[in-house]
Every structure is written in structure tokens, then in C-alpha cells.
């Protein structure tokens, strides 16, 4: 059965992306929907996990744009995502700070992997990582946008749908 509500959408992300329903909801509303949106607001946030999961998060998204919305949205789900970075370098054999600064926005930065772990590792927030935090904050939201695309992969006559 084909899914045709956010609500859907949120199940399924929750179920398929490694993600708590808490970060994903919290997803969700800082892109600016809600579990209850319309058919019309299905297909845009739709449309909006296609495009972040195809060009990424760093081309400005809504609600994910400026450093102090990212810090506050990574220390209020920072250990769904310091768990899911984690989970993801030890799938991929690799240490979590190398595989982080080999990410597209750090592979040139001047941030050493200490600063990276400092700023992955350690509470409370610090404005000398404000330039990290959305690395992490992006992972997320690329991984979420990308469980949504693979689902619209399986399903081309939805993908379609929400196209048109």
C-alpha cells in the first residue's frame, strides 16, 4: 500500500532511517509541516526530502539555515544523531571523526578533529562550533530526506504523483 499522509511518511521514516520519531518529528516542523498537513503539504514536504536528498542540506533548506536554529535543533537531538554517526562509521568500518571530516563541508575546513569531537562529544553548546554544528545537524537531514527518496524509488507511480 502506497503511503499518502505525512503521517505515513513520518512511519515510515521511523521505521526505516535509524532516526527516533522525536528527531524526525522535530524535522518535519522546523521545515515548516506537521503530522496532520494536507495532501498538498504531503506532496511539497515531499518534494523537499527528493530535492535535499538528491543536492543536499546545505543549499538552503527552511528551518535549516541559520547556525542558531541548527545548534538548538542539534542539542536538542544530539545523541539520536551523535548515535546515528556513530552507528554509521562502524557500519563503514571507519572512525566517526575521520569519517565526519572527509563530509564535503569539513574535508577543506581548518577544524582539526579534536575541535570535531569537542563539538560532536561536548555539551553544553559553544559558539566557537557554530560552523560544525550544521554538519551534523545536515547529516541528519540528508539521512532522513534519503530513506524518503529510496521509499519514492520502490514506489515510481507515487514518486510520479508527487511530481506532477
Not at 536528498?53 to 536554529?69: E, R
Request: proline share 2%; glycine share 6%.
Amino acid at each position: 500500500m502506497s503511503i499518502t499522509t505525512i503521517k505515513g511518511l513520518y512511519r515510515h521514516i521511523k521505521q526505516n532511517s535509524g532516526f527516533s520519531g522525536r528527531t524526525i518529528h522535530s524535522v518535519i516542523l522546523s521545515l515548516g509541516y506537521n503530522l496532520r498537513g494536507k495532501e498538498n503539504d504531503f506532496k511539497n514536504l515531499s518534494n523537499v526530502f527528493k530535492n535535499c536528498s538528491k543536492h543536499g542540506a546545505d543549499t538552503g533548506i527552511t528551518g535549516f539555515s541559520f547556525y542558531t536554529d541548527i545548534a538548538e535543533f542539534f542539542f536538542k537531538h544530539h545523541i539520536d544523531i551523535v548515535s546515528h554517526l556513530e552507528k554509521t562509521a562502524k557500519e563503514l568500518d571507519l572512525d566517526v571523526l575521520f569519517m565526519i571530516k572527509d563530509f564535503r563541508l569539513l574535508r577543506h575546513s581548518d577544524f582539526t578533529l579534536g575541535e570535531i569531537g569537542k563539538a560532536l562529544w561536548h555539551l553544553p553548546i559553544s559558539a566557537d562550533y557554530f560552523e560544525i554544528y550544521p554538519v551534523f545537524v545536515w547529516y541528519a537531514l540528508e539521512e532522513i530526506s534519503c530513506t524518503w527518496r529510496r521509499y519514492l524509488e520502490e514506489h515510481p507511480a507515487l514518486a510520479e504523483k508527487l511530481s506532477a
